[in-house]
């Protein structure tokens, strides 16, 4: 099962029909516990279960349920997205144990998809809600977050303590599988985004050092350039990120549109497979992203999963 997703809204909604939760900045992750076993899946139901071992105790939350929620790395109390990228594309089950010691995750879940082993899809929200918080879990690296009546004093909070938005969910809401609905709608207060790398460039003084990446978004036309992105790449970030990029190397650009002849020098242009996430202080009239940052790899997201650009 794919999870259901939020569109970006534009006004957080108010009134006793809505409740509001906090954003998280983390990997969307699907935990099914059928027969003894616990399986965790991406958004792109990739099997992630090797990855997270400190989430092996949800195997003792009940005999047949299905849990949706987020999976984050805390720094100081705050999610950082780029220490849960160590942990996002570990397979090797000796490594992933060692990087739980050093930078442990905990699985925000919010929604419960089937106890007992009964699809709880087709209910409203209102009650899957209060069938979650009836659930004893247990003690572990998973927790039930609160939810909140006032979604505009919940976003203040969430810019005062830099965490990533929030999301407003109609009570009434039956869970749409794979569907982005706006039902469900997300309020970034940090705004990242997630682009396709369509090349990369190194730097000044180095042909062999990442200097920066050349991204877009998908569009009815194919793949728009939005931009040149350099910070964050510095040091280790950059090299593992391009150890991913040079198996895709290309001989033509993958843009729909022109790149400019500045960006596009001493690009190597690459297959647009991979996803990363940027930070940006918005775009400008010309749809260049503002002063982007990278944020990390986004190995749970393929290209075609991106919604086309303006749809949210």
């Not at 709880?120 to 609160?146: F, H, Q, Y």
């Not at 705004?191 to 460039?201: N, Q």
Request: aromatic share 6%.
């Amino acid at each position: 099962m794919r999870p259901m997703l939020a569109t970006l809204g534009r006004e957080i909604p108010a009134g006793p029909g809505w409740l509001h939760e906090v954003k998280w900045d983390g990997m969307r992750v699907l935990a099914d516990v059928h027969e003894g076993r616990l399986r965790l899946a991406s958004r792109n139901e990739n099997d992630v279960t090797a990855s997270f071992p400190e989430l092996a105790g949800l195997v003792g939350a009940g005999t047949d349920l299905l849990l949706d929620g987020e999976v984050v790395a805390l720094r100081d109390g705050v999610p950082s997205f780029q220490a849960l990228a160590e942990r996002m594309h570990v397979q090797d089950a000796a490594r992933a144990q060692r990087l739980a010691r050093t930078v442990p995750v905990t699985y925000m879940v919010f929604d419960l998809l089937r106890l007992y082993a009964e699809d709880l899809t087709s209910r409203p929200l209102r009650a899957r809600r209060e069938l979650l918080e009836s659930l004893d879990l247990g003690a572990g690296a998973w927790r039930v977050p609160p939810v909140y009546d006032d979604g505009e004093l919940l976003a203040e909070a969430a810019r005062q303590q830099h965490l990533e938005g929030v999301v407003s969910k109609r009570l009434a809401s039956r869970y749409g599988p794979g569907r982005r609905s706006t039902d469900w709608l997300k309020f970034p207060v940090r705004p990242s985004f997630s682009f396709v790398v369509g090349g990369w460039r190194p730097e000044t003084d180095s042909a062999t050092r990442l200097g920066a990446l050349l991204v877009g978004a998908p569009t009815g036309g194919g793949l728009s350039y939005r931009g040149k992105v350099g910070a964050g790449l510095a040091g280790r970030a950059g090299q593992t990120l391009l150890e991913q990029l040079e198996p895709l190397a290309s001989n033509r650009s993958p843009f729909c549109d022109e790149v400019p002849r500045p960006d596009a020098k001493g690009t190597t242009w690459l297959r647009p497979e991979l996803v990363v996430d940027v930070e940006a202080l918005g775009v400008t009239d010309g749809g260049r992203l503002r002063q982007p940052a990278y944020r990390g790899l986004r190995p749970d997201l393929t290209a075609a999963e991106l919604p086309l650009d303006g749809e949210g």
